[in-house]
């Protein structure tokens, strides 16, 4: 089979981005995904903020695992940097990678079968090390690639589509990335690019370890009257907390004097402008955020927006102290100082 291959000439009035590309620039091949899958959704949404955001594509590094999600990176940033690991693996390889190469903005595509399950520890060290990265989820609840077996995420009393009850608890990945230190977490849907593209855009501005679990229907297995994972489940329970109205420099930043307006500075010296939807939710409260989610799910809701935000989050590489030029671009002097500077070393160990 074989499938169309997107032209690589642009109409010359398609707009363009402070740094010159259009919005094609951005994308990547042809999807092979389902129809209506929430996933291209989601694609569409990356594409739309990195243009956005004016970054230049080569300046992304795009690593994934394995699952319907894990090839989504095929679908944006084609001329971006790009690493498809095995089950599961997908923190560990971009952690290397980012240790090597502080300059690239790291952007890790998982599952909820990638991460939720074979790939449960390393989330877990990814979010608590504060490795900068974007960690975002594509949660459909379902093993797609394996016919629809329920995945961890999926919410117990959920039906599957042949009939099935899952009986399990559900792993909430916003709530465990809350919990192991993540500075920057949030939740959306793949069916809300409004509230999806500001969130994607405040995670790469972000200094941290950012993570933004995206529901996102899966048409062919969990899209049907019982799944908490549907089109029509999620609009009808979507519960949102805030909305990011825009991310500028600060210097370009002009706040409203609104009680319903918060202003976040975050690291880089970019401001979040958020808009409360949620009286009571504070984003920098990161024990309130935890409650606020388990409130929401004890009332069949689900919350989505910007649910924590820490505005004085330091990187992995800050906490080690680590060079700031780049280690893949240090020479063999730098790497090695010799035997002077190892017995130094080894004497401070002592």
């Known amino acids: 089979m074989t499938y169309l291959a997107k032209p690589k000439l642009h109409h010359p009035s398609l707009a363009r981005n402070a740094v ?4 094609r620039d951005y994308e990547g091949k042809v999807s092979t995904l389902c129809a209506g899958c929430g996933h291209d959704a989601i694609s569409a949404a990356i594409v739309q903020a990195c243009w956005q955001l004016d970054i230049e594509p080569h300046r992304v590094a795009k690593l994934s695992g394995i699952g319907c999600s894990s090839k989504t990176p095929d679908y944006f940033l084609g001329a971006s940097h790009g690493f498809n690991t095995v089950h599961g693996r997908m923190p560990s390889v971009l952690t290397g990678a980012y240790l090597a190469n502080r300059d690239l903005l790291y952007l890790g595509i998982s599952g909820d079968g990638d991460s939720a399950s074979i790939g449960l520890g390393q989330f877990a060290h990814a979010m608590r090390r504060g490795v900068r990265m974007v960690y975002l989820v594509e949660n459909n609840g379902v093993y797609g690639l394996t016919k629809g077996q329920f995945s ?4 117990p009393g959920s039906v599957a589509k042949k009939g099935a009850t899952n009986h399990d608890a559900a792993i909430d990945l916003a709530a465990l990335a809350l919990q192991l230190g993540a500075s920057f977490v949030a939740r959306s849907f793949s069916g809300d690019k409004t509230q999806l593209v500001p969130l994607i855009e405040a995670a790469m501005r972000h200094g941290g370890a950012a993570f933004i679990d995206v529901i996102s229907p899966c048409v062919a297995f969990n899209n049907h009257a019982g799944s908490t994972r549907s089109y ?3 609009r009808a329970h979507n519960e949102a907390l805030n909305r990011i109205d825009f ?3 600060a210097a370009e930043q002009v ?3 609104s009680p319903d307006v918060i202003a976040v500075p975050q690291s880089d010296g970019s401001t979040l402008r958020l808009r409360k939807v949620a009286a009571d939710h504070d984003p920098t409260d990161r024990l309130g955020a935890m409650n606020a989610l388990q409130r929401r ?3 069949g809701e689900i919350a989505t927006g ?3 935000v820490d505005p004085t989050a330091t990187d992995w590489h800050a906490a080690q102290h680590t060079a700031a030029q780049p280690l893949n671009m240090l020479d063999e002097a730098a790497l090695c100082p010799g035997a002077a500077a190892l017995a130094q070393i080894n004497a401070g160990l002592r």
């Open 20 to 23: 010159g590309y259009t919005r």
């Open 152 to 155: 961890a995420t999926a919410d």
């Open 232 to 234: 029509d489940h999620v």
């Open 247 to 249: 991310i500028h420099l």
């Open 255 to 257: 706040v409203e004097g």
């Open 297 to 299: 799910a004890a009332a």
């Open 306 to 308: 910007l649910l924590y």
